[in-house]
Nanobody, 126 residues
């Protein structure tokens, strides 16, 4: 079974940083666009960032632009989300998702996702 495993979540103070990782098991991420999504209690899932299979295209939600950076290391079969300047409103469960696509740009819409991770909790609080 194809799996994505997120890690790196935790409790951090406002203004702090975390780096989330999304590691693939039993498949290679090189053929997939990867997106990060988040969902806070009582809210809808929100697309946060994505990176194309080539790594040449990235996209960010307006709420995280300038603070979050997505990257991928295909040799390690892992995608990262560096989160700086964290705010309490960033508190949520964060999920990575893989969509098989070897061309084009990625999207923050969770359409046609092939594999979802189980999530990692990020809590921003003093």
């Amino acid at each position: 079974q194809l799996q994505l495993v997120e890690s790196g979540g935790g409790l951090v103070q406002p203004g702090g940083s975390l780096r989330l990782s999304c590691a693939a098991s039993r498949f290679t991420l090189v053929y997939y666009h990867i997106g990060w999504f988040r969902q806070a209690p009582g809210t809808e899932r929100e697309g946060v960032s994505c990176i194309s299979s080539s790594g040449g295209s990235t996209n960010y939600a307006d709420s995280v632009k300038g603070r979050f950076t997505i990257s991928r290391d295909n040799a390690k079969n892992t995608v990262y989300l560096q989160m700086n300047g964290l705010k309490p409103e960033d508190t949520a469960d964060y999920y990575c998702a893989a969509t098989y696509k070897t061309w084009g740009t990625c999207t923050l819409v969770a359409s046609g996702v092939d594999v979802w991770g189980k999530g990692t909790l990020v809590t921003v609080s003093s």
